[in-house]
């Protein structure tokens, strides 16, 4: 069974940091690229950022560029999100996904994404 599980997630206050993993278990995601999404209450599923197979692409939603950063371990079979000066608007579920086919570039359409995580809960205080 294939399965993409986030890990990391929690409590903290603003202007804190946090560390979300992704591990892939059933398959190799290694070729596949990869991305982040987040789901507020109340809102829809946003894109966050996403990296292509090999990890040297990647692109951010304007909300969390240069605050968050998207890195991948082939080798682990792991995708990671560093979230680094975090607001109370970054509040969500956040979910990592991997594309339909390998070989892939970054994207932010949710729709070219087939195989989702369950989602970590992250919640920033003020």
């Known amino acids: 069974q294939v399965q993409l599980v986030e890990s990391g997630g929690g409590l903290v206050q603003a202007g804190g940091s946090l560390r979300l993993s992704c591990a892939a278990s059933?398959?190799?995601?290694?070729?596949?690229?990869k991305a982040w999404f987040r789901q507020a209450p109340g809102k829809e599923r946003e894109f966050v950022t996403s990296?292509?197979?090999?990890?040297?692409?990647?692109l951010y939603a304007d909300s969390v560029k240069g605050r968050f950063t998207i890195s991948r371990d082939n080798a682990k079979n792991t995708v990671y999100l560093q979230m680094n000066s975090l607001k109370p608007e970054d509040t969500a579920v956040y979910y990592c996904?991997?594309?339909?086919?390998?070989?892939?570039?970054?994207?932010?359409?949710?729709?070219?994404?087939?195989?989702w995580g369950q989602g970590t809960q992250v919640t920033v205080s003020s």
């Open positions: 990296i292509n197979w090999t990890g040297g692409s990647t």
């Open positions: 059933g398959r190799t995601f290694s070729n596949y690229a």
């Open positions: 996904a991997a594309q339909s086919v390998p070989w892939g570039g970054v994207q932010p359409d949710s729709n070219a994404y087939r195989y």
